[in-house]
């Protein structure tokens, strides 16, 4: 099943309601930035298409873009991500979902959209033609799954907004040819999704059963909050260390409460990208 999972932890402003702000306090601007990633894995250039990967660092652009207007004027962290996935998940050239609920599969998720009033549509929604073709090459045993642009089973933001508040959303196509019922890591809070405004926002991508066994996303801010680490130390920890020794292969994304943002990976490529109040933008495929 195709899912997307959203989480952001506000911060606690109750005292805004009865102390004063100086006029020196309005005046400081929060720092703004956003992340955002594509898939991360095996991701071979003659794959990528005539133009070199023009296309997809041009959906990179726009997701990206996009998102960071929203915090531009003014708008949430967790509108600004759900704003740079939504458009990742509608480009075909990424192998994302189209919008789903953290967690429910089956006959129960049918039944609580239906409640809500949700359109249905049919399974062919969801199919590209080059994922089709994808999936046969695998099943007549022309390729291996991780060959098959594996790096782009994921899309992802996270984001800090005006106010303060970390945002992270995760939409996944899944693994190629999957096994029938498979859940991955995006919809599982504190592996492939974790905010917390005490430390960071994460959203992973990679071989999910790892992700899992490791709680990467959560990891990642754990060893900020309760160890002090940096957020570039944290990431690499987790993602070149950790995850390597237990077999895992992919990357995150990260940004922390003072605006750093951190594009770990530990595979051959990762489709990301990043944007920031200070004037940095990046989009990227492959380590530099």
């Known amino acids: 099943m195709r899912s997307t999972s959203i989480m952001t932890i506000p911060a606690v402003l109750l005292l805004t309601s009865i102390v004063a702000v100086s006029s020196a ?31 997809y660092r041009a959906g990179l652009a726009e997701a990206l873009d996009a998102g960071y207007a929203v915090l531009e004027q003014g708008g949430s962290s967790l509108d600004a991500v759900t704003t740079a996935v939504r458009i990742l998940e509608d480009n075909p050239l990424f192998n994302a979902g189209r919008g789903a609920h953290v967690m429910l599969y089956g006959a129960g998720a049918e039944e609580f959209a239906s409640s809500r009033g949700f359109e249905f549509v049919p399974n062919e929604f969801f199919i590209t033609p080059q994922r089709k073709q994808q999936l046969e090459r695998v099943l007549q045993g022309r390729t291996q799954p991780r060959n098959e642009l594996s790096g782009l089973g994921t899309v992802g933001a996270v984001a800090i907004d005006s106010s303060g508040n970390l945002a992270a959303a995760t939409s996944t196509g899944g693994m190629t040819n999957k096994r029938w019922g498979r859940i991955g890591d995006a919809p599982i ?35 900020m909050e309760y160890k002090g680490y940096s957020l570039d130390r944290a990431a690499t920890e987790v993602v070149k260390r950790k995850l390597v020794e237990r077999g895992g ?18 595979s051959p490529g990762m489709f990301r990208g990043m944007r920031d109040s200070a004037g940095r933008r990046e989009i990227a495929i492959y380590e530099k």
């Open 25 to 55: 306090d309005a005046e400081i601007k929060r720092p703004l930035a956003i992340a955002i990633h594509g898939g991360a894995g095996v991701i071979a250039r003659e794959q990528l298409g005539p133009d070199d990967g023009a296309s």
């Open 189 to 223: 809070i504190g592996a492939g999704t974790y905010a917390n405004n005490a430390s960071c926002a994460v959203s992973a991508t990679g071989h999910g059963e790892y992700f899992i066994r490791s709680v990467v996303a959560y990891d990642v801010c754990a060893l």
């Open 249 to 266: 292969e992919g990357g995150i994304i990260a940004v922390d409460r003072a605006g750093n943002v951190a594009l770990e990976f530990n």
